[in-house]
């Protein structure tokens, strides 16, 4: 039996209405998406004011500061902190210090990855010793770091005394230390990256006329890329947490852990604060961007069957 | 129409063994003794069951594998390392996924330092030839597995080898895109005298395609059957003779089945005396039944 068509009255306002639920869908799509990105700023509005609620409990500035005063800091980053310099300047610092620190580790721990990772003899020489030295913390490197290279700077290095800018907080111990904390995960990160490689890879490339160094950088770097990728990643991740470590040591005079043990020296906890909370979003723009990079050179493989 | 055979050797394989050694310390024979010429510009199918060695001896003949007795000659040279003279696709999929389509059938061309204009024209004239010439910014990920072998089907071919290794190229293709790679595949010999190692389970491609078909059968792996296929091309599917040759290959493979562990192959009862009508010709690998319980 047919059905009996529909008026063309009806027809109409059917037509409507799924065209009303269309917009009413697309609407709870992108107000959930909204959502979604607003959620998480919940758990920060609920963090702060359950510190607020404390803080005025405590009611003890040299404990627990209350929020104004951190906001105060926060909200100034150009002015100067307790004569140590702005906010930003002393971010600026610790942040420089990573990326050089950083820099290195990547310049040299990623070839030494891939060294060790391609060949066999180099690998089952080097590697367990690779093993036991990323075990020593590189805090405990700091005392050392200090011995070897005083208070060398980077101006030192090529015959200046003081450029009288930025670089003279530079110091080589310090990018050292960083070095030492960054360079084991990139190093650990690239060889398995080279070790899980397809040999099917390798196998299709050489029936393809390619050999050697052609496979090496046209077929293992580029399926290694993913590992390598996460190795710096956790370096950075490493390089950030370190640096505030060792800024808080004896022989800094700034950076934003000096800023934070100051701050406590001179029980000015609000400066603390604040200064923890700037830690915490570099730390999250730093992982964030490396993220990225990372998704751009590798999507590949996440979405591999 | 018939590819004109050059009566030179393109690859000799005597006698050739290989033994795997496993993981866990046990040794896996997967050839015992294959011997056979191939002749320039011919096109062999080998077909067999699984596991009686047909990727194994693929590879070695790719040079991918060392044998571990016996030899394998090309044009008089034994063979020891891979090369762009030797053309394969893989049984699995082997596309480099951080590569797009493009770029993976670019990358042999690429090896031999061509100008980036004619890497391009050559890889687009390739990609349109399996008729993914809308996929070509694709990356692996984003294709079919059927898709996927085709872009690695392109990429041996754009290669332009004289000789290509092909391991059951065509497994995952459906039916009329297989047929017209078939055909691509003939006009290429036809062309190009390509000299042409094609595994497959299908009886009727192996008919349909070949100058001559080697059945391998065992385990460990040997030769069974070589019969030679002198029809003319195009061949016509249904005819007498057609039917007759893969029947005969059904009868070959399933006399060795049967010499070799005394089990029988459901299809033989059948087979004795008469031609059947021709119905679906695919030779598919059939659980062995014993003889006499
Ligand atoms: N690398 C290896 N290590 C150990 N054993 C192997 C290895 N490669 C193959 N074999 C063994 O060799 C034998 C032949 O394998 P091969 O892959 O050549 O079979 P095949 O004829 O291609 O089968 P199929 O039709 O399923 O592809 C099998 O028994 C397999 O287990
Ligand atoms: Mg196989």
């Known amino acids: ?305 | 129409m018939i590819p004109v055979t050059q009566h030179s050797t393109a690859f000799q394989i005597v006698d050739v063994k290989k033994t795997f050694d496993t993981a866990d310390g046990r040794q896996v024979q997967a050839l015992d003794g294959v011997s056979f010429e191939v002749e320039a510009g011919q096109l062999v199918c080998m077909v067999g069951p699984t596991g009686c060695g047909k990727t194994t001896l693929l590879r070695l003949m790719a040079g991918l594998e060392t044998p571990t007795g016996g030899q394998i000659l090309l044009e008089g040279k034994p063979v020891v390392r891979p090369g762009a003279d030797r053309g394969m696709v893989f049984q699995q999929y082997s596309l480099f996924p951080w590569r797009t389509v493009l770029k993976n059938v670019t990358f042999g061309l690429e090896m031999k330092g061509l100008p980036k204009k004619d890497q391009l024209k050559r890889a687009r004239r390739a990609i349109q030839q399996v008729g993914l010439n809308k996929f070509e910014k694709a990356y692996p990920y984003e294709l079919s597995g059927g898709m996927q072998q085709r872009v690695a089907i392109a990429r041996a071919l754009v290669n332009e080898p004289q000789i290509l290794l092909m391991d059951e190229p065509y497994g995952s293709l459906d039916e009329s895109t297989r047929l017209k790679l078939q055909d691509v595949l003939l006009a290429l010999c036809r062309d190009h005298q390509k000299t042409v190692l094609f595994v497959t389970h299908s009886l009727d491609e192996a008919v349909y395609l070949s100058d001559r078909v080697v059945v391998l059968g065992g385990m460990p792996g040997q030769v069974v059957g070589d019969l030679t296929i002198d029809m003319p091309h195009p061949r016509e599917r249904v005819s007498q003779q057609f039917v007759e040759c893969l029947l005969h290959i059904r009868q070959v493979i399933a006399d060795s089945a049967l010499n070799d562990n005394g089990v029988d192959l459901v299809p033989v009862q059948r087979l004795n005396g008469h031609l059947p009508t021709p119905g679906p010709c695919c030779f598919q690998d059939i659980e062995p039944q014993r003889k006499n319980p």
């Open chain 1, 1 to 305: 039996m047919l059905r009996q068509a529909p008026s063309r009255k009806l027809l109409k306002s059917t037509v409507d209405l799924s065209s009303l639920k269309r917009w009413r869908h697309k609407m709870a799509v992108v107000s959930k998406k909204a959502w979604h990105k607003i959620l998480p700023l919940f758990s920060v509005v609920i963090l702060i004011a359950l510190w607020q609620a404390i803080a005025v409990w405590v009611n003890n500035p040299f404990i627990l500061p209350r929020m104004e005063p951190v906001w105060e800091v926060l909200s100034k980053p150009f002015e100067d902190v307790l004569g140590q310099g702005s906010l930003i300047y002393n971010i600026f610092l610790s942040a420089l210090r990573v990326v050089l620190g950083f820099s290195v580790a990547v310049l040299i721990g990623v070839p030494i990855g891939l060294w060790l990772g391609s060949y066999n003899t180099p690998y089952r020489m080097f590697f367990p010793l690779v093993e036991m030295l990323r075990t020593i913390c590189p805090i405990a490197f700091i005392p050392f770091a200090m011995a070897v290279f005083r208070f060398y700077t980077l101006p030192n290095m090529v015959g200046v005394r003081y450029s009288n800018t930025f670089l003279d907080d530079v110091m080589l111990g310090m990018l050292f230390v960083l070095f030492w904390g960054a360079v084991f995960p990139i190093v650990i990160n690239t060889v398995s990256g080279v070790h899980g490689v397809k040999q099917l890879y390798v196998e299709t490339a050489e029936t393809l006329g390619a050999s050697g160094r052609k496979i090496f950088w046209k077929v293992t770097y580029p399926a290694a890329l993913p590992s390598i990728m996460t190795g710096l990643r956790v370096g950075a991740g490493v390089a950030w947490m370190v640096v505030i470590a060792a800024e808080m040591l004896p022989g800094s005079d700034s950076g934003i852990g000096y800023l934070i043990i100051y701050g406590y020296q001179l029980a000015q906890m609000h400066v603390l604060v604040a200064g923890m909370f700037c830690i915490g979003l570099v730390g999250f723009l730093l992982n964030k961007g490396l993220y990225y990079l990372s998704i751009t050179t590798s999507r590949w493989q996440a979405k591999e069957r």
